[in-house]
């Protein structure tokens, strides 16, 4: 064999293995998977009702001193996901007197005989007191929130507002407003124009509230629902709702594990 053949044929076993090669890039296998995955966030929704159809509202004109008002309202969850407290602020404006009267002085003449709300008791009517025995609570006091004394520290949230949906109810599962079991909280007050006999200058002189007359001011109960503390979700739970049927216990020290539909629960405590 010739030189010249010998490269020849190097030059086709060359060709056939590139050949080779090339066709094996041809064949492999192959697969694909994907995990599903959905978030949607809640509603967090607080409605105000009467009760029984009884007005709400403290819109009343043409007042004295002695009379006195009471107002029953409900508190209901209307959203998707459980309330843990329904805070109070109230607040004042429009006020007009007769030059000699402020505010503040007109407001500090209605107290709160009472502010009362659900409990949860199975054994007596449902109302817990939020005023402190012995204490006197005014409109004044609300507005100016001047009340940490004056108020049964059950009823305070850690920022210094009363809180209407307590969390000290003898249900744990109906603390705060739930979604699961459907609850409603009621809020009884009664408020006072109260009077008071002492005269300017002695027997027969004119009385002291007379400064108070035709009088007017509007006032506002400013309610914010809050949410319970984030859920921790364990590795183990399997899909299902996690925020409604264990908010008495979230608290923020312990986490108890979600209700997972269609599954037990799967203890008392979701660790890690």
């Known amino acids: 064999m010739t030189i010249k053949k010998k490269l020849g044929l190097g030059v086709a076993s060359a060709a056939l293995g590139l050949s080779l090669i090339g066709g094996g890039t041809f064949a492999a296998f192959n697969d694909t998977a994907t995990i599903n995955n959905h978030f949607a966030s809640g509603t967090l929704d607080l409605e105000v009702g009467s009760n029984a159809k009884r007005p709400i509202s403290f819109d ?15 508190l209901n969850n209307a959203g998707t996901l459980a309330i843990k407290e329904v805070l109070l602020n109230t607040t004042a404006n429009a006020f007009e007197g007769n030059g000699k009267s402020t505010q503040e002085g007109f407001l500090s003449q209605f107290q709160i005989n009472f502010m009362k709300v659900d409990t949860e008791s199975t054994r007596h009517e449902p109302r817990g007191s939020i005023i402190k025995s012995g204490q006197k609570l005014t409109l004044a006091d609300l507005v100016k929130g001047n009340i940490s004394n004056k108020i049964d520290s059950k009823y305070l949230s850690e920022d210094g507002r009363i809180n209407l949906a307590p969390l000290v109810t003898e249900d744990s599962a109906r603390n705060g407003i739930p979604v699961e079991p459907k609850d409603t909280d009621a809020v009884f007050i009664e408020i006072e124009f109260v009077k008071n006999d002492e005269r300017v200058a002695g027997p027969y002189s004119e009385y002291k509230q007379n400064i108070y007359m035709n009088n007017k001011v509007d006032f506002f109960f400013n309610l914010e629902a809050t949410q319970w503390d984030g859920m921790h979700v364990d590795s183990h739970i399997k899909n299902g709702s996690i925020n409604n049927g264990v908010q008495g216990s979230a608290n923020g020290e312990s986490q108890p594990n979600p209700v997972t ?5 799967q203890g008392k405590e979701v660790t890690d």
């Open 261 to 265: 539909k269609g599954e037990p629960k």
């Open 60 to 74: 009343l004109s043409n007042m004295k001193p002695g009379d006195n008002v009471q107002r029953i309202f409900n």
